[in-house]
């Protein structure tokens, strides 16, 4: 019998500290950020900045600077937490690092926060399992679509870093993200929850529904599934056998991850009916954008009409929501908002 080895990965430390790798991951931070005060400033002394990040690092004294909380309403209300312009240049500076190393050892549809792998991607796998579990619509099928309770909140930091430290045996990366995960603290023993808005949370929330994704390919041999952040979806023919899938998932998220399904938004629907994912509503023929995300760029030309952003951001969110948009059946609706913005 065959006996599988995890390769690990030692000595990174100097990698991520290295002036270039610092260098680089600034470049990263300052991308649609460069008329920012707060990085106008931190450029103004440049190389002794990125060289007293440096020492803090080598020294083992970085200490992350206090989490900036807000609400976001856009419209749907969620709590964002952003952290300092230095420690968002950390942050890069680590998943330089890590990236490459995880990035292997993710299943092919494990998307979202990965090169070449975002909604449009995820998207297109969806389609593409639909018209073979169907036979190219001929045929039945069914959708599991699952979401994760509350997901980044419940993240539990100690299963995070046993998962991290079966491939880093660098103790000093595993300083660096405890000094990242605990400044994002919610509270309470264990420690749980990642905050929304920091690029690590996204990185690390890959890492910790891997494990899912393994199991679901390996163990429950699932032909049709594809994964984006805690949103996703399992494609079949018959009824029970979703659902005995969606039982075994349960209990590994409970056990393995200490995270439950949610309740309301965890449901067995057929295809033929069309299944909302990714921003798009998918039907056999044609797909549709989801209403919140038209209610959103609404949302946002309202906000455009009272004066709250330029006409150079809204026609700048429109250009994105159009490229985004053109993928589903909505030239219509492209017009309404278009006629709706030059009014």
Known sequence: MAIFIMKTYKNLYQSLCSPKNLFIAYLKARINKSKKLYVIEFEKDLINNLNLLRTELLLHSYQPRPLKTFILRDPKTRK?????????????????????????????????????????????????????????????????????KHYFQNINHNVLLNLIKRKIKDNKIIWLI??????????????????????TSQFFANIYLNELDQFVKHNLKVKYYVRYVDDFVMLHQSKKQLELWKEEVSKFLKINLKLELHPDKTKIIPLSKGIDFVGFRNFYYFKLLRKRNIRNMKFKIKKYKNNEITKEKIFGIYQGWKAYSKWANSSKIRKEILNEINK
Do not use: W
């Open 80 to 148: 964002i937490s952003k952290s300092h312009f230095r420690d968002r240049i950390i942050h890069h500076a680590l998943i330089n690092i890590l990236e490459p190393i995880f990035d292997k050892i993710f299943i092919y549809d494990s998307c979202a926060n990965r090169k070449g792998k975002g909604t449009l991607f995820a998207s297109k796998r969806f389609e593409k399992f639909q018209r073979k579990i169907t036979k190219n619509y001929s045929s039945y099928g069914r959708c599991l679509k699952v979401d994760i």
């Open 178 to 199: 405890k000094k990242i995960l605990n400044n994002s603290l919610m509270g309470g023993e264990p420690k749980i929850g990642m905050p929304l808005g920091n690029l």
